[in-house]
């Protein structure tokens, strides 16, 4: 596997298992990740569909389903290459008045 696979996979497999433990997510991992990402595309290091298949790989592992699973099979549609759906969960969120 190429140094920048195993570098993605890396930082996808820590990110993922982050947010599955409930844990937030500052953005600049994520950021960093997608700029890696798009960085091993344009030089031809990878391509978006392998790519995809290696973040599923360790989404799958963090939270036992696929991406497809949880975001739907159009996930790519509305998460455009090289954007991650890596986002921690909504936090609650309680009124502090009555109004």
């Excluded at 996808?12 to 599955?20: C, D, H, N, P, R």
């Excluded at 290459?81 to 309680?94: I, L």
Aim: aromatic share 10%.
């Amino acid at each position: 596997m190429e140094p920048l696979h195993e570098e993605l996979e890396h930082r996808w497999q820590s990110m993922f298992a982050a947010l599955a433990r409930g844990e937030d997510l500052p953005p600049g991992c994520r950021l960093r990740a997608e700029g890696m990402a798009e960085a091993a595309v344009l030089l031809g290091a990878a391509n978006c569909d392998e790519l995809d298949e290696i973040m599923d790989k360790c989404y799958q592992a963090a939270f036992g389903r696929r991406l497809t699973d949880d975001f739907g099979e159009d996930w790519r549609s509305y998460s455009p290459f090289p954007e991650n759906p890596a986002m921690a969960r909504r936090a609650p969120v309680y009124p502090s008045t009555a109004d």
